[in-house]
């Protein structure tokens, strides 16, 4: 069973930048697993931010980026704002059709 | 615009059945394929199912054989006929147009509970 890893949370100072990070249990993720990112706010639907490991959807400000670093997918937000403090989710293509969701990361801003 | 508008969800009997359906709006549907996602009550996003363009279909093995997903094209609607429920089940399920290897827009979410 393939597991996705996520710091459960982290925090940031407001203007800062943080690094949330998406790996496997066992293996290394790469751009073969596509990863995407997904912001939620509480009460709210799930919005995509990054896919393809680092294709901004739509709408998405550029101080969200996304990247390979070592083993792991990451997201990275630079110039951290009070909006941001959310639940950031990444997903693993791993399979033809099947994805594999992140536990998920709680971003404090503060 | 593009919108995707959940429905069908409520609760259910321990032992159940359910179907939601997923109105798609603003896009070519049948040109897409479209996936279901959950999330238990305080819970991380699950993904369910997903449904390719030519009706290929695939299930994460927490629901294989209980629940099914479908396509009307002609009616630009999704489906998730969802049996056996259990507890488990009970979930916010949102439906998805997908992107290719992602998912690309989300609904607002249908709230299915299980419970006696």
């Known amino acids: 069973q393939t597991v996705v890893t996520q710091e459960p949370s982290f925090s940031v100072s407001p203007g800062g930048t943080v690094t949330l990070t998406c790996g496997l249990s066992s293996g290394s993720v790469s751009t073969s697993y596509y990863p995407s990112w997904y912001q939620q706010t509480p009460g709210q639907a799930p919005r995509t931010l990054i896919y393809n490991t680092n294709t901004r959807s739509s709408g998405v400000p550029d101080r969200f980026s996304g990247s390979i670093l070592g083993n792991k997918a990451a997201l990275t937000i630079t110039g951290a704002q009070a909006d941001d403090e959310s639940d950031y989710y990444c997903?693993?293509?791993?399979?033809?059709?099947?994805?594999?969701f992140g536990g998920g990361t709680k971003l404090t801003v503060l | 615009e593009v919108q995707v508008v959940e429905s069908g969800g409520g609760l259910a009997q321990p032992g159940g059945s359910l179907r939601l359906s997923c109105a798609a709006s603003?896009?070519?549907?049948?040109?897409?394929?479209m996936s279901w996602v959950r999330q238990a009550p305080g819970k991380g996003l699950e993904w369910v199912s997903t449904?390719?363009?030519?009706?290929?279909?695939y299930y994460a093995d927490s629901v294989k054989g209980r629940f099914t997903i479908s396509r009307d094209n002609s009616k630009n609607t999704l489906y998730l006929q969802m049996h056996s429920l259990g507890a488990e089940d009970t979930a916010i399920y949102y439906c998805?147009?997908?992107?290719?290897?992602?998912?690309?827009?989300w609904g607002q979410g249908t709230l299915v509970t299980v419970s006696s």
């Open positions: 449904i390719g363009r030519g009706g290929d279909t």
């Open positions: 998805v147009k997908r992107g290719i290897y992602y998912f690309h827009f």
């Open positions: 997903v693993l293509y791993i399979a033809t059709g099947i994805s594999v």
């Open positions: 603003g896009f070519t549907f049948a040109s897409f394929a």
